[in-house]
């Protein structure tokens, strides 16, 4: 599990005079970042020196309360299942302050070279991930 | 069903040199609006005169094929589901030149005033959406 | 000089209900990409078949009234300047029903290789390009 | 003087493989708005207790360096010029691990109403960002 702390930035709300629903993707993005670099396989030295990409295949996010300017939040992200050419990570979004969730979501990614062709995920990688998969 | 042009722009491609996933939600809210407007209820207008708006409460999305850098893609949205204080749309991101679907998916959306709270569809509002409402 | 025309979407507008200034530089790109493609360059195949990028080494905008949710606008874009190695293209927004401009502004370029060095524009690439120079 | 910390995000990259140029304004936003929270008006009370806005009127930016994915940066922001109606701000962005600057630039903001008219900066607003001027 892993915690990034994220400020609701002018750019990112809309003229509801709340945060857009498509910055929470951007969001769980940093989470995933981060627990990724904490796991030992810095994205982009993955994408860098091991050629393999995980671009998202399938998202899906429940919003269930407003994120306004300028509040400090915080993503919690897990890495729930770690396949042999696929992984998925579970994400919520908080205020740092506490209180129920703002959101919910999940992003399923696929491996794949730099031809964009699926592939296995690399045998010392899949290793460092599933040292921090978590059920659930 | 409501068919809108989008060209994949400079800034909405990331690193791996096809467009970033979560502008395919922008994408979306693009055919939507579009489907209200010719719905006879123009989603601006919604919000300033009838005061309702019609935040996300749930995304979801499949991404198949990547779309590339000036690529011209149409997003196909239909309106599936209108209830008495939700609605639901469903997307489909195509090349213009035909072929294989490259992303598919929907958003729901909770009625609420301006003060934030739920609130139900005003009822001319609800007629003119269910005039578009399509099976899926 | 080329004209492109620009909806405001919801994501660009900003909790003040207008179009985040930022966004404004993506507008001025899109209208660049129309210009070089009218020139016969168009961007993409400059990049991928001349291994010739354009990075945007200046920017200036002066913003004079704002541009709202669902206006139709409308980028004018003119090549300016033409050199060696670089390019200078001036815009200048407007909505498409007349009026006053809602801003202005412009970018320079300068012509690098795949591997980030400074290079000299190709022969028929710079002929193009100034083909379609317009004197400010 | 300010410095805000930003690790570039991969939404913020582009096929180029380094972060788009508009981002920079968004990263220069965020550092304006710790100088106006460490001066003691923060800019989201500035707008929602005193009725004042700061639309951005002009911008300007020189870009020397690439960014790219993850790499940790830092805008140090500067409050130049404090008007009866008009700020000034300049920033640098810089590498946290030291170099030559990235890119520079400044934004220039008239103060507003909510009715969108100009207006003067309120006695209060104004001391406070008085007493964190900097000279060029």
Do not use: K, N
């Amino acid at each position: 599990m892993t915690r990034v702390p994220v400020r609701v930035r002018y750019s990112e709300t809309d003229r509801m005079g709340v945060a857009y629903h498509a910055h929470y993707l951007v969001w769980f993005e940093m989470a995933r970042t981060e627990l990724m670099r904490e796991a030992g396989c810095t994205y982009r030295e993955v994408e860098d020196h091991d050629g393999i990409l995980f671009p998202v295949i399938q998202v899906g996010a429940r919003y269930l309360r407003s994120a306004r300017y300028d509040e400090q939040l915080e993503v919690v992200a897990r890495l729930t299942s770690v396949g042999r050419a696929r992984v998925r990570f579970d994400y919520e979004l908080r205020r740092v302050d506490g209180g129920a969730p703002l959101a919910s979501g999940f992003t399923a990614h696929a491996a794949v070279g730099r031809d964009g062709r699926p592939t296995g995920i690399p045998a010392e990688v899949r290793r460092r991930l599933q040292s921090r998969e978590s059920s659930e």
